[in-house]
Protein backbone atom coordinates (compact mmCIF):
# COMPACT_ATOMS: atom_id res chain seq x y z
CA UNK A 1 0.00 0.00 0.00
CA UNK A 2 1.03 3.76 -0.89
CA UNK A 3 2.22 5.59 1.95
CA UNK A 4 2.14 9.49 1.63
CA UNK A 5 5.66 10.57 3.03
CA UNK A 6 5.48 13.56 5.64
CA UNK A 7 7.20 16.63 5.66
CA UNK A 8 7.92 18.84 8.78
CA UNK A 9 8.99 22.01 7.21
CA UNK A 10 10.88 23.97 10.75
CA UNK A 11 11.82 27.92 10.18
CA UNK A 12 12.12 31.20 12.75
CA UNK A 13 13.97 33.79 10.82
CA UNK A 14 12.97 35.95 8.14
CA UNK A 15 15.49 34.70 6.35
CA UNK A 16 15.01 31.38 6.62
CA UNK A 17 11.13 32.13 5.70
CA UNK A 18 12.13 33.97 2.64
CA UNK A 19 14.28 30.46 1.50
CA UNK A 20 12.11 28.12 2.53
CA UNK A 21 9.31 29.48 1.35
CA UNK A 22 9.17 28.32 -2.59
CA UNK A 23 10.11 24.89 -0.49
CA UNK A 24 6.97 24.86 1.32
CA UNK A 25 4.85 26.17 -1.97
CA UNK A 26 6.56 23.51 -3.96
CA UNK A 27 5.67 20.27 -1.58
CA UNK A 28 1.97 21.78 -1.05
CA UNK A 29 1.71 22.06 -4.50
CA UNK A 30 2.81 17.90 -4.65
CA UNK A 31 -0.23 17.05 -2.19
CA UNK A 32 -0.53 13.84 -3.46
CA UNK A 33 2.69 12.33 -2.14
CA UNK A 34 3.52 14.51 0.48
CA UNK A 35 1.60 15.20 3.75
CA UNK A 36 3.57 18.63 4.37
CA UNK A 37 3.25 20.84 7.52
CA UNK A 38 5.32 23.87 8.68
CA UNK A 39 6.64 25.14 12.26
CA UNK A 40 7.95 28.45 13.22
CA UNK A 41 9.63 28.85 16.34
CA UNK A 42 9.23 32.77 15.78
CA UNK A 43 13.05 33.65 16.57
CA UNK A 44 11.83 36.89 14.60
CA UNK A 45 8.43 37.28 15.22
CA UNK A 46 7.00 40.28 13.60
CA UNK A 47 9.55 40.36 10.27
CA UNK A 48 8.64 36.42 9.99
CA UNK A 49 5.06 37.54 9.85
CA UNK A 50 5.95 39.62 7.01
CA UNK A 51 7.18 36.99 4.59
CA UNK A 52 4.57 34.41 5.74
CA UNK A 53 1.81 36.63 4.63
CA UNK A 54 3.78 37.74 1.37
CA UNK A 55 4.33 34.30 0.36
CA UNK A 56 0.70 33.25 1.50
CA UNK A 57 1.80 30.40 3.95
CA UNK A 58 0.04 29.65 7.04
CA UNK A 59 2.15 27.77 9.69
CA UNK A 60 0.64 24.55 11.32
CA UNK A 61 2.81 24.84 14.45
CA UNK A 62 4.09 28.38 16.43
CA UNK A 63 6.06 28.10 19.24
CA UNK A 64 6.13 31.78 19.49
CA UNK A 65 9.72 31.88 21.21
CA UNK A 66 10.47 35.48 20.80
CA UNK A 67 11.01 37.31 24.14
CA UNK A 68 12.63 40.76 25.73
CA UNK A 69 16.46 40.15 26.28
CA UNK A 70 16.25 36.44 24.57
CA UNK A 71 19.76 34.65 24.61
CA UNK A 72 21.41 32.20 23.10
CA UNK A 73 20.80 29.75 25.92
CA UNK A 74 17.74 29.98 26.18
CA UNK A 75 16.70 30.47 22.82
CA UNK A 76 18.54 26.67 21.83
CA UNK A 77 16.53 25.07 24.89
CA UNK A 78 13.00 26.35 24.32
CA UNK A 79 13.29 25.31 20.78
CA UNK A 80 14.81 21.54 21.50
CA UNK A 81 11.94 21.32 24.41
CA UNK A 82 8.82 22.90 22.29
CA UNK A 83 9.59 20.73 19.35
CA UNK A 84 9.25 17.95 21.30
CA UNK A 85 6.07 17.44 21.26
CA UNK A 86 4.83 18.40 18.09
CA UNK A 87 7.54 15.80 16.68
CA UNK A 88 5.65 13.14 18.87
CA UNK A 89 2.52 13.72 17.77
CA UNK A 90 2.80 14.44 13.81
CA UNK A 91 5.61 11.66 13.77
CA UNK A 92 7.52 13.04 10.37
CA UNK A 93 9.60 11.18 8.05
CA UNK A 94 11.66 14.27 6.83
CA UNK A 95 12.37 17.26 9.13
CA UNK A 96 13.75 20.18 6.89
CA UNK A 97 15.72 23.36 8.36
CA UNK A 98 17.63 25.91 6.92
CA UNK A 99 20.93 27.24 6.54
CA UNK A 100 23.06 28.30 10.09
CA UNK A 101 20.50 29.80 12.31
CA UNK A 102 19.96 28.76 16.18
CA UNK A 103 16.62 27.45 15.15
CA UNK A 104 18.31 25.12 12.64
CA UNK A 105 20.91 23.89 14.62
CA UNK A 106 18.20 22.82 18.07
CA UNK A 107 15.53 21.81 15.70
CA UNK A 108 17.99 19.05 13.89
CA UNK A 109 18.97 17.95 17.19
CA UNK A 110 15.47 17.85 18.42
CA UNK A 111 14.88 16.08 15.38
CA UNK A 112 17.13 13.53 15.65
CA UNK A 113 16.46 12.56 18.91
CA UNK A 114 12.67 11.82 17.58
CA UNK A 115 13.63 9.63 14.30
CA UNK A 116 13.20 11.97 11.53
CA UNK A 117 15.43 11.83 8.50
CA UNK A 118 17.28 15.97 8.62
CA UNK A 119 17.17 17.49 5.46
CA UNK A 120 19.64 20.69 5.23
CA UNK A 121 18.77 23.10 2.74
CA UNK A 122 21.48 25.27 2.03
CA UNK A 123 24.20 23.18 3.63
CA UNK A 124 28.05 22.94 3.06
CA UNK A 125 28.55 26.58 3.40
CA UNK A 126 31.36 27.11 5.46
CA UNK A 127 34.56 29.70 6.77
CA UNK A 128 36.36 27.20 8.60
CA UNK A 129 36.53 30.20 11.14
CA UNK A 130 34.35 29.06 14.20
CA UNK A 131 34.11 32.63 15.35
CA UNK A 132 33.06 34.04 12.29
CA UNK A 133 30.39 34.51 12.08
CA UNK A 134 29.32 33.91 15.17
CA UNK A 135 27.23 31.54 15.97
CA UNK A 136 26.15 30.72 12.48
CA UNK A 137 29.46 28.32 11.00
CA UNK A 138 28.86 25.87 14.13
CA UNK A 139 25.30 26.24 13.48
CA UNK A 140 25.45 24.84 9.98
CA UNK A 141 28.33 22.92 11.29
CA UNK A 142 26.12 20.93 13.78
CA UNK A 143 23.33 20.69 11.45
CA UNK A 144 25.66 19.06 8.62
CA UNK A 145 26.85 16.67 11.17
CA UNK A 146 23.28 14.97 11.95
CA UNK A 147 21.86 15.73 8.60
CA UNK A 148 20.87 12.70 6.17
CA UNK A 149 20.19 14.58 3.11
CA UNK A 150 22.29 17.80 2.58
CA UNK A 151 21.09 20.45 -0.80
CA UNK A 152 23.99 22.56 -1.50
CA UNK A 153 23.57 25.86 -3.16
CA UNK A 154 27.07 25.05 -5.44
CA UNK A 155 29.76 22.49 -5.99
CA UNK A 156 32.08 24.64 -3.43
CA UNK A 157 29.58 23.72 -0.76
CA UNK A 158 29.37 20.15 -1.92
CA UNK A 159 33.34 19.80 -1.99
CA UNK A 160 32.72 21.15 1.78
CA UNK A 161 31.21 18.02 3.01
CA UNK A 162 32.79 15.43 1.31
CA UNK A 163 35.88 16.79 3.01
CA UNK A 164 33.62 16.36 6.31
CA UNK A 165 32.99 12.54 4.88
CA UNK A 166 29.49 13.30 3.73
CA UNK A 167 29.14 10.71 1.23
CA UNK A 168 27.95 12.19 -2.61
CA UNK A 169 25.07 9.80 -2.77
CA UNK A 170 23.51 12.17 0.31
CA UNK A 171 24.27 15.83 -1.23
CA UNK A 172 22.28 16.97 -3.97
CA UNK A 173 23.62 20.30 -5.66
CA UNK A 174 20.55 22.23 -6.45
CA UNK A 175 21.39 26.27 -6.39
CA UNK A 176 20.02 28.41 -3.55
CA UNK A 177 16.13 28.23 -3.14
CA UNK A 178 16.55 31.99 -2.31
CA UNK A 179 16.91 32.35 -6.30
CA UNK A 180 13.84 30.58 -6.21
CA UNK A 181 11.74 33.30 -3.59
CA UNK A 182 13.33 36.07 -5.97
CA UNK A 183 11.96 34.96 -9.00
CA UNK A 184 8.61 34.77 -7.52
CA UNK A 185 8.94 38.41 -4.89
CA UNK A 186 10.24 40.30 -8.09
CA UNK A 187 7.87 39.30 -10.39
CA UNK A 188 4.89 39.86 -7.79
CA UNK A 189 6.40 43.67 -6.09
CA UNK A 190 6.85 45.55 -9.62
CA UNK A 191 3.40 44.32 -11.58
CA UNK A 192 1.38 46.70 -11.93
CA UNK A 193 -1.88 45.98 -9.48
CA UNK A 194 0.73 44.80 -6.55
CA UNK A 195 -0.42 47.40 -4.57
CA UNK A 196 1.94 47.97 -0.59
CA UNK A 197 1.97 51.15 1.49
CA UNK A 198 5.56 50.86 2.00
CA UNK A 199 6.76 50.79 -2.06
CA UNK A 200 4.42 53.65 -2.05
CA UNK A 201 6.65 55.69 0.91
CA UNK A 202 9.21 55.16 -0.52
CA UNK A 203 8.93 56.11 -3.88
CA UNK A 204 7.88 59.32 -2.74
CA UNK A 205 11.06 59.72 -0.27
CA UNK A 206 13.15 58.64 -2.52
CA UNK A 207 14.64 60.33 -6.16
CA UNK A 208 14.83 57.34 -8.35
CA UNK A 209 16.37 59.58 -10.77
CA UNK A 210 19.31 58.99 -9.05
CA UNK A 211 21.99 56.34 -8.94
CA UNK A 212 20.54 54.46 -5.82
CA UNK A 213 23.08 52.93 -3.13
CA UNK A 214 21.35 50.57 -0.95
CA UNK A 215 23.31 49.54 2.56
CA UNK A 216 22.52 47.03 5.07
CA UNK A 217 24.79 46.17 7.95
CA UNK A 218 24.05 43.76 11.19
CA UNK A 219 26.46 41.68 11.57
CA UNK A 220 27.76 41.17 15.76
CA UNK A 221 31.77 41.30 14.13
CA UNK A 222 31.11 44.61 12.77
CA UNK A 223 29.68 46.14 16.05
CA UNK A 224 31.92 49.10 17.43
CA UNK A 225 34.80 49.92 15.08
CA UNK A 226 33.47 48.20 12.19
CA UNK A 227 30.31 50.01 11.82
CA UNK A 228 32.30 53.35 12.95
CA UNK A 229 34.59 52.93 9.66
CA UNK A 230 31.40 51.94 7.05
CA UNK A 231 29.88 55.19 8.63
CA UNK A 232 32.72 57.02 7.37
CA UNK A 233 33.18 55.21 4.37
CA UNK A 234 29.11 56.41 3.14
CA UNK A 235 29.99 60.01 4.49
CA UNK A 236 32.91 60.20 1.92
CA UNK A 237 31.24 58.50 -0.45
CA UNK A 238 28.37 60.76 -0.12
CA UNK A 239 30.03 63.86 0.08
CA UNK A 240 32.10 63.19 -3.08
CA UNK A 241 28.62 61.96 -5.20
CA UNK A 242 25.92 64.57 -4.31
CA UNK A 243 24.40 63.19 -7.30
CA UNK A 244 24.17 59.42 -5.91
CA UNK A 245 21.73 58.69 -3.05
CA UNK A 246 22.53 56.56 -0.52
CA UNK A 247 19.30 54.42 1.05
CA UNK A 248 19.84 52.57 4.26
CA UNK A 249 17.41 50.05 6.20
CA UNK A 250 19.12 50.67 9.81
CA UNK A 251 19.03 47.55 11.96
CA UNK A 252 16.88 47.87 15.09
CA UNK A 253 19.93 46.59 17.23
CA UNK A 254 21.05 49.73 19.50
CA UNK A 255 25.02 48.72 18.27
CA UNK A 256 23.71 49.75 14.80
CA UNK A 257 21.86 52.60 15.08
CA UNK A 258 23.76 54.97 17.51
CA UNK A 259 26.99 55.43 15.43
CA UNK A 260 24.88 55.24 12.13
CA UNK A 261 22.39 58.15 13.49
CA UNK A 262 25.35 59.87 15.14
CA UNK A 263 27.57 59.93 12.10
CA UNK A 264 25.17 60.19 8.79
CA UNK A 265 21.95 61.68 10.08
CA UNK A 266 23.34 65.25 8.68
CA UNK A 267 23.25 64.23 4.88
CA UNK A 268 20.98 65.44 2.48
CA UNK A 269 21.54 62.29 0.24
CA UNK A 270 21.43 59.79 3.11
CA UNK A 271 18.04 58.16 3.77
CA UNK A 272 18.36 56.61 7.02
CA UNK A 273 14.71 54.37 7.42
CA UNK A 274 13.13 52.03 8.81
CA UNK A 275 14.34 48.05 8.40
CA UNK A 276 11.98 47.25 5.35
CA UNK A 277 9.52 44.27 4.94
CA UNK A 278 10.79 41.29 2.53
CA UNK A 279 8.87 42.69 -0.19
CA UNK A 280 9.87 46.05 -0.23
CA UNK A 281 13.40 45.22 -0.12
CA UNK A 282 13.17 43.37 -3.14
CA UNK A 283 11.55 46.42 -4.53
CA UNK A 284 14.56 48.51 -3.54
CA UNK A 285 17.07 45.75 -4.50
CA UNK A 286 15.64 46.28 -8.58
CA UNK A 287 15.78 50.18 -8.19
CA UNK A 288 18.98 50.19 -6.82
CA UNK A 289 22.38 51.09 -8.96
CA UNK A 290 24.71 48.38 -6.44
CA UNK A 291 24.50 47.05 -2.55
CA UNK A 292 26.59 47.84 0.03
CA UNK A 293 25.88 45.19 2.31
CA UNK A 294 27.24 42.66 5.18
CA UNK A 295 24.53 40.29 4.77
CA UNK A 296 25.03 36.59 3.25
CA UNK A 297 21.39 36.37 1.89
CA UNK A 298 21.94 39.44 -0.13
CA UNK A 299 25.55 37.93 -2.01
CA UNK A 300 23.16 35.55 -3.83
CA UNK A 301 20.44 37.65 -4.66
CA UNK A 302 21.59 40.75 -6.25
CA UNK A 303 23.76 38.98 -8.96
CA UNK A 304 19.95 37.60 -10.19
CA UNK A 305 19.16 41.77 -10.30
CA UNK A 306 22.22 42.55 -11.87
CA UNK A 307 23.27 44.26 -9.25
CA UNK A 308 27.27 44.63 -8.04
CA UNK A 309 27.36 43.71 -4.46
CA UNK A 310 30.26 44.90 -2.22
CA UNK A 311 30.68 42.96 0.56
CA UNK A 312 31.29 44.47 4.21
CA UNK A 313 32.92 41.12 5.70
CA UNK A 314 36.78 40.01 5.60
CA UNK A 315 35.38 36.49 4.98
CA UNK A 316 32.47 34.79 3.30
CA UNK A 317 31.29 31.89 3.18
CA UNK A 318 29.75 32.37 -0.34
CA UNK A 319 33.24 32.18 -1.45
CA UNK A 320 31.70 30.95 -5.34
CA UNK A 321 29.90 34.84 -5.81
CA UNK A 322 34.07 36.30 -4.88
CA UNK A 323 35.43 33.41 -7.80
CA UNK A 324 32.29 34.22 -10.24
CA UNK A 325 33.54 38.36 -9.61
CA UNK A 326 29.55 39.37 -8.84
CA UNK A 327 30.64 40.60 -5.58
CA UNK A 328 34.30 41.61 -3.82
CA UNK A 329 34.88 41.51 -0.16
CA UNK A 330 36.14 44.87 0.96
CA UNK A 331 35.98 44.44 4.62
CA UNK A 332 34.94 47.38 6.76
CA UNK A 333 38.33 49.13 5.70
CA UNK A 334 37.08 52.80 4.57
CA UNK A 335 39.89 53.56 1.84
CA UNK A 336 38.66 50.22 0.61
CA UNK A 337 34.87 50.72 0.70
CA UNK A 338 35.27 54.10 -0.44
CA UNK A 339 37.29 53.14 -3.63
CA UNK A 340 35.68 50.32 -4.72
CA UNK A 341 32.69 51.95 -4.44
CA UNK A 342 34.04 54.91 -6.42
CA UNK A 343 35.28 52.89 -9.44
CA UNK A 344 31.87 50.99 -10.09
CA UNK A 345 30.50 54.83 -9.83
CA UNK A 346 32.27 56.09 -12.07
CA UNK A 347 33.38 53.43 -14.98
CA UNK A 348 30.62 52.08 -16.88
CA UNK A 349 32.58 49.32 -18.40
CA UNK A 350 33.36 47.75 -15.06
CA UNK A 351 29.79 48.11 -13.78
CA UNK A 352 28.31 46.44 -17.06
CA UNK A 353 30.67 43.91 -16.75
CA UNK A 354 30.17 42.77 -13.38
CA UNK A 355 26.63 43.23 -13.52
CA UNK A 356 26.19 40.63 -16.21
CA UNK A 357 27.89 38.16 -15.06
CA UNK A 358 26.49 34.49 -14.60
CA UNK A 359 24.83 34.17 -11.30
CA UNK A 360 26.74 31.15 -9.45
CA UNK A 361 23.61 30.21 -7.05
CA UNK A 362 21.34 28.76 -9.34
CA UNK A 363 18.71 28.96 -11.99
CA UNK A 364 15.68 29.28 -9.91
CA UNK A 365 14.79 25.18 -9.67
CA UNK A 366 16.13 24.48 -5.94
CA UNK A 367 12.83 23.87 -4.96
CA UNK A 368 11.71 21.53 -7.14
CA UNK A 369 14.98 19.40 -7.49
CA UNK A 370 14.52 18.89 -3.67
CA UNK A 371 10.86 17.69 -3.71
CA UNK A 372 11.97 15.44 -7.21
CA UNK A 373 14.74 14.07 -5.13
CA UNK A 374 12.48 13.19 -2.13
CA UNK A 375 9.45 11.85 -3.78
CA UNK A 376 12.29 9.44 -5.51
CA UNK A 377 13.91 8.05 -2.43
Same mark, same amino acid.
Request: proline residues 5%; charged residues 25%; contains cysteine.
Given at each position: ?78 ? @?????? @? ?98 SSKKVISSNYNDDE ?8 DLNKKIILV ?13 ? @? ?147
Amino acid at each position: MYKMKKNLIIFGTRPEAIKMAPLVREFLKNNKDFETRVCITAQHREMLDQVLSFFEIVPDYDLDLMKPNQNLYSLTADI @ITGLKP @ILEDFKPDYVYVHGDTTTTMASSIAAFYSGAQVCHIEAGLRTFNKRSPFPEEINRSIAGRISDFHFSPTTTSKTNLIKENIKEGQILVTGNTVIDALAYSSKKVISSNYNDDEIKALKSKLDLNKKIILVTGHRRENHGQGFIN @ICASLRIIAEKNPDVEIVYPVHLNPNVQKPVYELLSDLDNVKLIDPLSYPSFVWLMTKSYLIITDSGGVQEEAPSLGKPVLVMRNTTERPEAVEAGTVVLVGTNVDKIVTETQTLLDSKDLYDSMSMLHNPYGDGTASEQIVKFIKEI
